[in-house]
């Protein structure tokens, strides 16, 4: 069967039957599934937890038990596991999917409100299953689920996913079709020609269509209330957004945030972030994105002092980068990003981390000679300031001298945890908690969004190749973090969160954290 073309599938032990099922691309020649399967070859079956169709099953069932019995009937060998938006990749699926030799992952629809989109569920499947061959099933228009744009090599269409469209899938699957011609269609017809779509400028007065577009095209990680989300916005002098509207009615089908951000002291250098683009999925591939993409791109090249632009944003963080594994990779590749992660800026991994601070090791830790730890004070002011210009500058780490000196201007020097080898500062970090008013704990959502007993830890600098520190690097940092766990812990914490590392994996698994989100670090000089 040629992508692109409908079929007519006969039933399994004769009769026939005729339903629309389209193979919208197959680039892993996989399918009929006989050409790669084997006897003992597992096969997974993944498909969403939803309502069934009324009309062909009654309430309470799974509407995709036809599929898998339809399935077994020709493959014994089939696994039939759901998925929820809520819960996305268990390590139950995770397990599933690495002892399967192909993986048939089913998306019933677009997202609601609040839900995870299944087509980010799917890449994360496919992720996690490396080089298994995936087969997505559709059971609506393709162009309407935004899959083309999201690069699954192989893809079948189904108009809806009841018994008789399923059983029909079935049949695809296993090469028992026939083309029909009068039916066929050209995968060009399922996309819009992309133009050119005026961006204008958000006025910042009505939040509600960004918040709901937000949450519609983020996954439920990375969804945020109104007020908090409109507090990071709105941020005068150092944020232009842009919106994309209907001309039919006005509303609102894509948002674009930027920002600049001073990168030193001299407050002569600039930053611009790309933060966000965001399209509704009903309206991708139709040059909404890139249109927001090279308006936003040519407005922050046209402000005074900007010598870079990156992906995301540094502060206020939305998210640290574009997130890891996701469709929006591919999409800002074709834009020109470089990804191949060998310089920086070219797609390096950025992770947020999670700690219960019931795990932290404290106890083992033992003290090093010289070295001590302690809340800044307004007499540290002068050699903080010094001491993190120098490091964030040599570092590249945008925006954390603001940071530093915001907190100690809003009298919250005390968030200032120091390290010191005898009177020397060789290490620092900001503290925060959800319930603070601080500029840091209102640039950081993260926290306050997974929990209320979740402190923060940002902006971490230790020395590097100081001749005078005589301890290592290393222990400085577990020193540093065992100081910031304590005070937290002090303050009613029950978790810490810390955010946009890069590198030290290793070390921070062992010492009890868990990832919370993976980035990919882009910017480029201009």
């Known amino acids: 069967m040629l992508p692109g073309h409908s079929a007519t599938a006969s039933g399994h032990r004769g009769g026939s039957r005729r339903s629309q099922v389209t193979l919208i691309r197959d680039h892993q020649a996989c399918i009929p599934l006989t050409r790669i399967l084997g006897d003992g070859d597992i096969v997974l079956l993944l498909t969403p937890v939803v309502p069934p169709v009324k009309s062909d099953v009654g309430n309470g069932n799974d509407p995709f038990e036809p599929f898998g019995r339809a399935l077994a009937s020709r493959h014994p060998w089939i696994r039939h596991v759901p998925y929820t938006s809520r819960n996305g990749m268990t390590s139950t ?60 090599p192989t893809i079948v269409q189904l108009p809806d996913y009841a018994p008789s469209d399923l059983q029909a899938a079935a049949a695809v699957l296993f090469g028992e079709t026939t083309a029909t011609a009068i039916t066929s269609l050209d995968v060009q017809s399922l996309m819009i020609e ?19 577009l937000w949450n519609q095209c983020l996954p439920d990680q990375f969804h945020l209330e109104k007020f908090p989300l409109q507090s990071l916005l709105q941020r005068d002098g150092y944020a232009m957004h842009f919106v994309v509207r209907l001309p039919e009615n006005r509303e609102v089908v894509g948002f674009c945030a930027t920002y600049t951000t001073f990168v030193d002291r001299e407050g002569e250098r600039l930053i611009g972030s790309l933060a966000m683009v965001i399209v509704k999925p009903a309206y991708r591939r139709r040059g909404i994105g890139l249109s927001l993409h090279e308006h936003a791109l040519k407005q ?75 809340q800044g004070t307004f007499d540290d002011f002068t050699l903080i300031a010094d001491f993190v210009e120098k490091e964030s500058t040599r570092k590249d780490h945008t925006g954390w001298y603001d940071q530093y000196m915001n907190l100690a201007n809003d009298g919250r020097i005390s968030d200032i945890v120091l390290g010191l080898e005898h009177s020397e500062i060789v290490a620092s970090a900001l503290i925060y908690t959800p319930s603070e008013a601080s500029s840091l704990a209102q640039d950081l959502p993260w926290a306050r969004t997974i929990g209320s007993d979740v402190g923060g830890v940002a902006c971490i600098c230790i020395a590097d190749g100081n001749p005078a520190m005589t301890t290592s690097k290393d222990t400085v940092m577990i ?48």
């Open 93 to 152: 699926h995770v397990g599933f999917i690495k002892r399967a030799k192909t993986v048939i992952f089913v998306i019933s629809g677009p997202p609601t409100a609040g839900q995870t989109s299944q087509v980010e569920i799917g890449l994360m499947a496919r992720m996690v299953g490396e080089e298994r061959p995936q087969i997505i099933v559709a059971c609506q228009s393709v162009h309407d689920l935004g899959l083309l744009e999201a690069n699954f």
């Open 194 to 212: 992309p133009k050119f779509w005026p961006p204008e400028n958000w006025d910042g007065l009505n939040v509600a269509p960004i918040h709901e």
């Open 300 to 374: 922050l090249k046209r402000i005074r002092g900007v010598d870079r632009i990156q992906l995301g944003s540094t502060f206020p963080r939305l998210l640290s980068g574009i997130p890891a594994a996701s469709a929006s990779e591919s999409w800002f590749r074709r834009r020109g990003w470089q990804m191949d992660g060998q310089a920086p800026g070219r797609g390096q991994d950025i992770c947020d981390w999670i700690l219960k601070i019931d795990d932290w090791p404290s106890g083992g830790l033992s003290a090093s000679t010289g070295l001590t730890f302690r």
């Open 479 to 526: 020193r540093l973090l065992d100081a910031c766990v304590t005070i937290l812990k002090e303050q009613g914490m029950g978790r810490v969160f810390l955010d946009a590392v890069k590198g030290g994996y290793e070390g921070f698994q062992s010492m009890g954290f868990q990832k919370w989100a993976i980035y990919r670090d882009l910017w480029q000089k201009i």
